[in-house]
């Protein structure tokens, strides 16, 4: 015989006690200002007008922020290559369940990007908060051209450079970087650089608006030949970073015009493209990833001044065989023909906090290794049929509370649309 349960009404002085609690302006903002993300934030202001006010109040934000720092979230990673004919956004296997949310709309949007062009070859070239830069070749005439996502504009096509900049060259493959500081303003920047033994030119090009213009130009003549510089190229608080096989880094100040040069740290040096990686940080601080044998370095320099001043620290040292090995058929990295190292290092994040690596000897195996943790994680297989250089770049966005707005005039009526934003 089946039982009826009557869940009967909470106690009266139990609703009372509540009514009491969020009623209270000051322990409602301390609840609110305690929950886990930005989205449980912006979801409790929708209860009504009273803890709108409360959760979007100035000091309730700035005390949130505190508690929970606005960061980077990785919601994933392009796939790009000589032999990808159009990159694949990769969602990162295991998501916090507020990420999750975004992840799905991310995915949607990414692919749509290179879906819009199915008789176009592409390659994704830079990917920041958000954004992707790429370019999109015709696959019968050759002709190539560029595009930018935005999370919030959707996709756009860049305007040709100016038919008098020098065109690049071979041995010097230009670079496309977006913007590292929000308050930038500028679409993209475009580096075009010639050298000839110890001589080297840089004329950097950036789009605001629609319009390219030169943005600075340099020219200088080293103690050293760069040897070749490889398409390993960041952009950091201003500066330029390129790698120089000779066994340094060749910076450009955008702010100067200037050229400056950081050797290598002790021991380092530079083998195939892959086994060492430059990496920007917060502020003045750039990070070097290094790979010899089954050890990864984690260097770091702080850059006091223009001319690249500073000492390189050692942060971390890693052994892959420990971290990685499980994640193989072997149980054991091997090299691969012609390397000393076992992996390569197909993407990094900033501030080094991560990086994704290709282990060698295993079909193509990427995975995604959280620095401080030492936490991996298998992520994506490589084409057996592909054995071109595969880049990944990381995919993440800042996530900062939206609030929605009360139009006073219909009500005091939130804008529905403005909060599922």
Not at 64 to 87: I, M, N, S
Not at 252 to 272: H, K, N, Q, R
Request: hydrophobic content about 40%.
């Amino acid at each position: 015989m089946a039982t009826m349960i009557i869940s009967s009404p909470p106690p009266a002085e139990d609703a009372m006690s509540a009514s009491k609690v969020l009623g209270d302006e000051d322990l409602l903002g301390e609840i609110l200002r305690r929950v886990d993300s930005p989205t449980s934030l912006v979801r409790a202001a929708l209860v009504s007008k009273r803890w709108l006010r409360t959760a979007s109040g100035r000091d309730l934000v700035r005390c949130f922020c505190a508690l929970h720092p606005p960061c980077r979230h990785l919601l994933g990673f392009y796939v790009t290559g000589d032999c990808v004919p159009r990159p694949e956004f990769v969602s990162m296997p295991a998501l916090e369940p507020h990420d999750r949310e975004l992840s799905a709309v991310l995915r949607q949007a990414s692919n749509s990007v290179f879906e819009a062009f199915p008789e176009y070859s592409s390659r994704v070239w830079d990917s920041r908060d958000g954004r992707v830069l790429f370019d999109f070749t015709e696959t019968v005439h050759g002709t190539r051209r560029f595009g930018v996502r935005h999370p919030d504009r959707g996709v756009s096509e860049l305007p040709p450079m100016p038919s008098d900049w020098p065109d690049p060259e071979p041995q010097c493959p230009e670079a496309m970087l977006l913007p590292d500081d929000g308050n930038d303003d500028a679409t993209c920047y475009r580096l075009r650089y010639r050298y000839s033994g110890p001589k080297v030119t840089a004329l950097v090009g950036v789009l605001r608006s629609g319009v390219w213009t030169v943005h600075c130009a340099a020219e200088a003549v080293l103690a050293m030949a760069p040897d070749r510089i490889p398409l390993l190229t960041r952009l950091a608080s201003g500066k330029l970073y390129m790698v120089a096989v000779a066994g340094y880094i060749l910076g450009l100040d955008m702010a100067t015009s200037s050229f400056f040069v950081i050797d290598f740290p002790e021991g380092v040096a530079y083998e195939y493209y892959g086994n060492l990686v430059p990496c920007r940080g917060d502020g003045s601080v750039l990070y070097l990833i290094h790979l010899m044998g089954d050890r990864l370095c984690v260097w770091l320099r702080r850059i006091v001044d223009e001319h690249g001043a500073g000492e390189w620290v050692l942060r971390d040292t890693i052994s892959l065989n420990e971290t990685c090995g499980h994640l193989v058929e072997s149980g054991m990295l091997e090299p691969a023909a012609g390397h000393t190292a076992v992996a390569t290092v197909a993407g990094v994040g900033d501030n080094a906090e991560f990086v994704f690596l290709e282990l060698f000897g295993d079909g193509g195996v990427f995975v995604h290794m959280h620095l401080s943790s030492r936490k991996v994680e298998r992520v994506y297989q490589r084409d057996p049929y592909n054995d071109e250089i595969t880049e990944v770049y990381p995919c993440s966005m800042v996530w900062l509370p939206l609030f929605p707005a009360i139009d006073e005039g219909e009500g005091g009526q939130l804008h529905q649309e403005e909060a599922s934003t």
